[in-house]
């Protein structure tokens, strides 16, 4: 599976096995969990064949799902051995933790067993620790925290046996070293928390069917549900529908508590929408009650929030008795830091940490409409050295600005709410204009975009090198960040070429904004003990509602290439 000396090589695994895990979370019903879990093990620990052997009621195992040959699934997907002949095979061999180890020298006595099997001839083994292609490998699925008097082998007594996972012919040819034989035994453990979970869910829907059918079948079924929603591995909770108190918290697991680090008395005063971020109120308003899905950040009791993904359903306690809402609740705290430590590489500048392109046009975006400005009463132009900065421009919505989210119980909505209708294209848009074109100031304020362009760069990176330009871009980013306000936007373009967005702001206090950032530019710049110089220039554009994004900062380049070409041509020494 890996080459034991070369630690990139496990981390590639490692990731692979991250990925593959992350999927098992993903699939909708058992079936296509446990497909996952054969497919898991070709795409994410190298084997060409993987075969899951799922424990039926009565004890046997049966071929739930295969992977890598579509002659074998079709030939022994559905076939079943005995639980006597798997037990036998989980006692023979070498074990390797929790898994089970049956080299060819000892496999030949289990070819006539009533257990299915599927496997290729091949030359014998040239050395020690290659891959024979009658040699077995068993990594068994125990249920997590579960005990059973039955027991499972030695390698598993006293433990609940969910399934096994037999592996065939690893891509390298050789035996799994310790660390192949640990990412498989951590694989097969995560597949049993996901079957597990499948299985849960599975048993819980039936559950609640025999819930809606009779009151016999509810006191009957109170239990067990009672068992599955308390132990249940991820949070659960269980809310009103209707009525005056519609989405308070009735009942709530002791995975949810520990969550939130909030005692169940205590959860009862509240509702989802007590505990939600506020950024994320609007998706949770939007979740359905009916098969509902939404990731949003619950308050802890410390004041921090955490990331969830919440399931909905609604059940009710007789066919024609009140409806709850059941929540299941599942912490995706990890999965989110990744997926936004990825989205800030994406969006970001690895060199400067600045906004790069991408995220600058979408910012630009996010203010620009197609209807012209002057459609709403305003006129204006596009100007050059001279128009101006502004304040807060980002992803989030105007400052001051609340959705218009109605609270209505006739509905029952998800949480009570009903979803966001489709607004207007220009509802709550604030348009965009430019101050006018002449020399006196006429008091509008808008968008200004600073195009800047370093001066002498090229020479610094051709006299110094790479890493003195690097420096110097650097030092740039970092002073024209510190001369703006907190709400504008510094972004490298690419090259030396950087943007600089400031909202609110009328022609003078732009090209006073661009005197003073090129006054933060020109003083010298220390790198290796060295002093360089780079100069700068500006232009000054304007984005108003009606034009593209590329119209925008096309304009804002021109300009600049007007004010370069304008000034007189100043040699400057790169130190």
């Known amino acids: 599976m890996e080459t034991e000396s070369e630690p990139y090589v496990r981390l590639s695994t490692l990731r692979q096995l991250h990925q593959v895990v992350a999927d098992l979370n993903t699939a909708r019903s058992l079936a296509d969990t446990v497909q996952t879990v054969a497919d898991g093990v070709v795409a994410g620990l190298?084997?060409?064949?993987a075969c899951v052997n799922l424990v039926r009621p009565d004890g046997d195992l049966v071929v739930a799902a295969f992977a890598g040959s579509s002659a074998a699934e079709a030939l022994i997907t559905g076939r079943v051995g005995s639980r006597a002949a798997w037990d036998r095979r989980l006692s023979m061999g070498v074990a390797w933790g929790d898994l089970r180890f049956i080299p060819h020298t000892e496999g030949w006595v289990l070819l006539d067993d009533d257990v299915p099997q599927w496997h290729t001839e091949g030359p014998a083994p040239r050395f020690e620790d290659e891959w024979h292609p009658h040699d077995r490998l068993y990594a068994p699925m125990y249920a997590p925290g579960v005990r059973s008097g039955k027991g499972g082998g030695p390698a598993g007594s006293g433990r609940e046996l969910l399934g096994v996972i037999s592996v065939d012919r690893p891509r390298n040819g050789r035996h799994p070293g310790p660390w192949g034989q640990e990412a498989l035994q951590m694989y097969a453990s995560q597949s049993a928390i996901?079957?597990?979970?499948?299985?849960?869910?599975?048993?819980?829907?039936?559950?609640?069917?025999?819930?809606?059918?009779?009151?016999?079948?509810?006191?009957?079924?109170?239990?067990?549900f009672r068992q599955a929603f308390e132990y249940a591995p991820s949070g659960m909770a269980i809310a009103e529908m209707g009525g005056d108190q519609h989405g308070r918290l009735l009942r709530t697991n002791d995975a949810l508590c520990r969550l939130l680090g909030r005692p169940a008395s205590v959860m009862r005063r509240y509702s989802f929408a007590d505990l939600v971020h506020p950024e994320d109120?609007?998706?949770?308003?939007?979740?359905?009650?009916?098969?509902?899905?939404?990731?949003?950040?619950?308050?802890?009791?410390?004041?921090?929030?955490?990331?969830?993904?919440?399931?909905?359903?609604?059940?009710?306690?007789?066919?024609?008795?009140?409806?709850?809402?059941?929540?299941?609740?599942?912490?995706?705290?990890?999965?989110?830091?990744?997926?936004?430590?990825?989205?800030?590489?994406?969006?970001?500048?690895?060199?400067?940490?600045?906004?790069?392109?991408?995220?600058?046009?979408?910012?630009?975006?996010?203010?620009?409409?197609?209807?012209p400005a002057h459609a709403a009463g305003h006129e204006g132009g596009t100007y050059g050295y001279g128009a101006g900065p502004g304040p807060a421009l980002g992803p989030g919505p105007e400052p001051g600005y609340e959705a218009p989210y109605e609270y209505d119980h006739e509905h029952e909505h998800g949480f009570g709410f009903e979803p966001a209708g489709v607004a207007g294209a220009y509802d709550h848009h604030v348009h965009l204009a430019a101050p006018s074109a002449g020399e006196t100031d006429d008091g509008t304020k808008g968008l200004a975009v600073l195009f800047c362009d370093l001066d002498g760069f090229k020479s610094i990176n051709d006299r110094f090198g790479h890493h003195t330009g690097d420096a110097v871009l650097i030092e740039v980013a970092r002073r024209l960040t510190t001369g703006v306000r907190d709400g504008d936007t510094v972004a490298r373009l690419g090259g030396d070429e950087f943007v600089v967005l400031a909202d609110g702001l009328g022609a003078a206090d732009a090209a006073d904004l661009a005197v003073r950032l090129r006054n933060a530019i020109i003083p010298p710049i220390r790198v290796d003990g060295r002093a360089v110089r780079v100069g700068a220039s500006f232009g000054i554009g304007w984005a108003e509602c009606g034009m593209s994004v590329e119209e925008v900062l096309n304009s804002a380049d021109q300009r600049m290439y007007v004010e370069k070409r304008s000034r007189a041509k100043v040699h400057r020494r790169a130190g």
Not at 46 to 49: G, K, P, R
């Open 281 to 371: 109120i609007g998706t949770l308003l939007r979740t359905s009650a009916e098969g509902g899905r939404a990731e949003l950040r619950l308050g802890r009791r410390d004041g921090t929030y955490v990331w969830v993904s919440l399931r909905n359903s609604v059940v009710a306690d007789t066919a024609d008795g009140p409806r709850f809402l059941l929540t299941h609740v599942e912490d995706i705290e990890e999965r989110k830091r990744h997926e936004l430590q990825l989205a800030h590489r994406a969006s970001h500048d690895a060199l400067t940490g600045l906004p790069n392109s991408a995220e600058l046009r979408s910012r630009l975006s996010a203010r620009l409409c197609e209807r």
């Open 46 to 49: 190298n084997y060409e064949l």
């Open 194 to 224: 996901a079957i597990s979970n499948a299985r849960l869910r599975s048993n819980m829907q039936r559950a609640l069917v025999r819930l809606e059918r009779e009151q016999q079948a509810l006191r009957a079924s109170e239990e067990s």
